[in-house]
């Protein structure tokens, strides 16, 4: 009997031992494991849509149709935006006859802007009358319906008639297009601020003349010159300033001529630029300065000039 009682008393000292054993603390991997996985951060919303467009990237560029499965027919057709401001636009729209015995149809055009598009009007100096929807897509895109209201009876260089994209034209659209990189620089010109001159030559042919752009740094072209130079010149010097005093910067090239049989001649030709940012060359006055022999070089082209400013 006592030994009975015994063996129940070491089996509960026993039990209660077990009872009191500590349990051992976890270590830091065994929480980590233990720990719920940690939340999946939300993803950033969305930009917002309908954001205000920055017009600016389509102002001053030379956008011309772009060579698609809509663009197999009608003249050609290109425009450029001179001003987008307080929801208002103004541009002019150029249509190339098919031949240049036809000379082209230019156009002044203003319209107002919502959601994005320009509704415009527009007359060209052809008599034709009509409307231009613009649509500003990508940076590098826009598309134009066109429509005429009233034709005029000369068709040689008559808008064409419907929708169609555009792009900027660049210098790698111009066919045999080779650039004097010792004539073409970066220039602030006021308006335009800093921008690429560029001088280089068309190779395609026999004629090989020489032209003149103005550029952003992408290629895209901005003004065209359209020099009235000899074919075959060589360009001799470039140079901006202010010749007219008007607190403008003008432009001063100097090329030789070297055409077969006549020698190396020098030739002046001066753009002066005018408040709205245009070039205009005076012929005659180019004339005067080659005549009078003040077209050696940049400084005897300025002196000349100092006494008609």
């Not at 009509?130 to 009876?153: H, P, Q, V, Y």
């Not at 004339?287 to 000349?304: F, G, L, P, R, T």
Request: charged share 25%; net charge negative; glycine share 6%.
């Amino acid at each position: 009997m006592k030994s009975k009682r015994l063996l129940a008393i070491i089996i509960g000292a026993l039990l209660l031992a077990g009872c009191g054993k500590t349990v051992p603390a976890d270590t830091p991997q065994q929480l980590e494991e233990q720990s719920p996985s940690a939340a999946t951060p939300e993803s950033s919303p969305a930009a917002p849509t309908g954001e205000e467009i920055d017009y600016t990237q389509y102002l001053k560029k030379t956008w011309v149709k772009k060579n698609d499965a809509d663009n197999n027919s009608g003249n050609a057709v290109s425009f450029s935006i001179s001003e987008i401001k307080n929801g208002k636009i103004s541009a002019e729209l150029l249509v190339t006859g098919p031949a240049p015995a036809y000379p082209n149809a230019i156009a002044r055009f203003d319209g107002i802007i919502s959601n994005h598009t320009a509704e415009c009007q527009f007359t060209d100096s052809r008599g034709n009358k009509g409307t231009i929807k613009l649509s500003f897509e990508a940076r590098d895109e826009m598309k134009a319906a066109i429509n005429l209201t009233d034709k005029s009876e000369d068709t040689k260089a008559q808008p064409p008639v419907g929708t169609f994209r555009f792009a900027p034209y660049n210098l790698k659209d111009i066919e045999g297009f080779s650039p004097i990189e010792e004539q073409s620089f970066m220039v602030d010109l006021n308006s335009w601020g800093k921008v690429k001159f560029v001088a280089g030559k068309l190779t395609e042919g026999s004629h090989i003349p020489v032209v003149f752009y103005l550029t952003n740094q992408n290629g895209d072209i901005l003004y065209n010159f359209y020099p009235t130079l000899p074919y075959r010149v060589d360009v001799k010097a470039v140079s901006f300033e202010d010749v007219s005093k008007d607190g403008l910067k003008d432009i001063i090239i100097i090329v030789d001529d070297d055409y077969s049989g006549q020698g190396s001649a020098p030739i002046a030709t001066v753009y002066f630029q005018k408040d709205d940012g245009t070039f205009a060359n005076d012929l005659k006055l180019d004339q005067e300065i080659n005549d009078s022999k003040s077209n050696k070089d940049v400084k005897a082209v300025k002196s000349y000039l100092s006494r008609k400013f």
